[in-house]
């Protein structure tokens, strides 16, 4: 473990984490918390699941498609030549359907993050603040005008 932290020091970790450090507490004093995380149901947490699989998938996949290039070279020769009898339309068909449907989820994901990000930086609604509720004196009492002082001061109120 101190070799860990001996190889962190030496990369620099130290500086980053004293940074980030400094960048909590001056969020922290000018009253921007970070935001929670946020609630989501099975169908987005698989979703998002879904989402992270392709990469590794498609890194793993091509090498395992190396490897069996290299053990069975037939076997992968005959699979390449089923690849190559298929229509290009089919490719092109194969491309946009996994294009938009992740895409769409990103998409969709981000713009959830962007909304829940300017409501937790935008200060509170005035007009919800001032909201007399059922109270009809304070409803009243709200809408009766009172002294003006710059009018008195002008001689007109």
Avoid: H, K, Y
Avoid at 28 to 39: N, S
Avoid at 90 to 119: D, K, V
């Amino acid at each position: 473990m101190a070799l860990i932290a001996r190889i962190w020091a030496f990369l620099g970790a130290g500086q980053a984490a004293d940074v980030v450090a400094a960048l909590r507490d001056r969020l922290a004093r000018d009253g921007l918390l970070p935001l929670g995380p946020r609630q989501r149901g099975g169908w987005d947490r698989l979703m998002d699941a879904l989402n992270r699989l392709p990469r590794p998938l498609m890194a793993l996949g091509t090498l395992a498609v190396i490897g069996a290039a290299l053990v069975a070279p037939d076997w992968f020769s005959a699979r390449m030549e089923a690849l190559a009898a298929m229509p290009e339309a089919m490719w092109w068909l194969i491309g946009a359907i996994i294009s938009l449907f992740f895409g769409a989820r990103f998409q969709a994901s981000e713009q959830a993050f962007a909304r829940e990000l300017i409501a937790a930086t935008l200060p509170p609604d005035p007009l919800q603040e001032a909201a007399t509720g059922t109270d009809a004196d304070l409803t009243l009492a709200a809408e009766r005008p009172g002294d003006n002082a710059a009018l008195a001061d002008l001689g007109i109120g």
